[in-house]
């Protein structure tokens, strides 16, 4: 019969620490306590006001100090093999001994290395939270500088949007400035030519009352020879001038229908474009014109363009083609391009007579539409009121117009729907 014995575990006691050494003045504590070969990262190190201990197993060093010490302002360092402690006390003195007198005493021990644990882990508690809201701060600090950050880069990027939205205006301005001029400089050119024409007519009546004061002064009923002429029998034809547009003379502005007609004959004029890559349609402007309208209906919009835009170089005075590319702009919303090509074709349409008021019309309502979508109401209401003129029955430009004039008279600049 085999008598088993129960097994028990072996508990191995700590080495207790004896060769450390310290030093001390009135006001600071030194002690160096050796790790043995042990490494660094393998140290614990717990100290409080009165007690400190160094465990690096299998060895343990505890120091039940006589007096008290600033633990916040004491420290420890490990390195070069030691845990080096300098320690600074509470009261300026000299201890001439490290450790206190109840350090034999099991049951104060006891309480002082508890009281220190609980002092320790309360510390690392408050340490915690400390760091915890310094965390915090310290992304709420961040969070407020990245908030003024963003703040100074949108105000910076508003600033480059109003420089860059004033240069364009201010670019407007300067071309309408100029489309002023032209156009004071045309109506001059105009005057002129009536005035030459003007002095030409009355040069002409006066000659024409000269010849008849002197077949006046001369005798109705003599000829040459002194004797009375007989009435000789005749036939007198009388010649129509051919009218193109269907208005009677007496209804029509004559000289303005005269230039319309000489423009379009101007603007059927091809130009010759040396391009071998081109077939013969597509040198022929009122072929790219039907290709960038059927573009248009299919809503491609930059085939649109490159169509008018080639027809223009074949045939730079066709209204149709500046005003039909000006839509094609207003659905890109590339309102400038817009603003341009509708103006171009308005100064084409001139002089306006009856046969061009739909075309005028329409461009006038685009140039005004993209005046609006850049904010220049005052400018798009102009156009509005302009197509207005011609076409004053339309309900739908009607409503337009006053909505540009409630959103010049609001402060809010916003249209009321």
């Given amino acids: ?9 072996i508990l191995k006691m ?49 120091c039940f100090l006589f007096g008290s010490v600033d633990d916040r302002n004491s420290k420890a360092q490990v390195g070069n093999g030691a845990v080096t402690f300098s320690l600074q006390k509470k009261e300026p003195e000299i201890w001439s001994q490290l450790q206190a007198d109840y350090k034999d005493d099991k049951n104060k021990t006891k309480e002082i290395r508890e009281e220190a644990i609980k002092r320790n882990q309360e510390q690392a508690e408050e340490d915690r939270k400390t760091k915890a809201e310094n965390k915090r701060n310290e992304e709420k600090y961040a969070l407020t500088e990245m908030m003024k950050l963003e703040d100074l880069d949108r105000e910076r ?27 004071e400089m045309e109506k001059q050119k105009l005057l002129d030519e009536k005035l030459a024409e003007e ?19 001369k005798g109705i009923f003599e000829d040459s020879s002194g004797g009375i002429p007989t009435r000789q029998s005749g036939k007198i034809e009388i010649k129509f001038t051919p009218r193109v547009f269907p208005t009677p003379v007496r209804e029509s502005v004559t000289p303005q229908e005269e230039e319309w007609l000489k423009k379009q004959q101007e603007a059927r004029k091809i130009a010759e474009l040396e ?30 363009i490159n169509a008018y835009s080639l027809a223009i170089r074949l045939n730079p005075k066709m209204p149709a083609l ?30 306006p007579v009856p046969q061009n008021a739909a075309s005028r019309c329409k461009a006038f309502v685009r140039r005004g539409t993209a005046f609006c979508e850049l904010e220049m109401y005052v400018e798009g209401l102009q156009d509005y009121e302009a197509a207005l003129k011609i076409d004053p029955k339309n309900e739908q430009l009607q409503a337009d117009a006053e909505k540009m004039r409630q959103v010049i008279q609001s402060s809010s600049g916003t249209i009321q729907t």
């Fill in 275 to 304: 391009d071998a890559d081109l077939t013969e349609e597509e040198k022929n402007p009122q072929f790219l014109k039907d290709k960038g309208n059927a573009f248009f209906q299919s809503g491609n919009y930059q085939a649109a």
């Fill in 322 to 351: 500046y005003s039909n590319r000006a839509a094609c702009h207003l659905k890109i919303r590339n309102f400038f391009k817009c603003i341009e090509d509708s103006s171009k074709a308005i100064d084409l349409l001139h002089p």
């Fill in 14 to 62: 700590p080495l207790a620490v004896r060769d450390f050494t310290w030093e001390e003045t009135e006001k600071m504590l030194f002690i160096t306590v050796p790790l043995k070969g042990v490494k660094a990262n393998k140290v614990d190190i717990l100290s409080s006001e009165n007690y400190i201990k160094v465990s690096f197993p299998p060895y343990l060093f505890e």
């Fill in 157 to 183: 990027i508003d600033t480059i949007k109003n420089t860059e939205k004033q240069k364009a205006m201010d670019e407007l301005e300067h071309w309408k400035e100029e489309q002023r001029k032209l156009a």
């Fill in 199 to 217: 002095a030409e007519l009355r040069a002409e009546r006066k000659k024409q009352e000269k010849l008849m004061k002197k077949k006046k002064d």
């Fill in 1 to 9: 019969m085999t008598l088993v014995l129960p097994a028990f575990r």
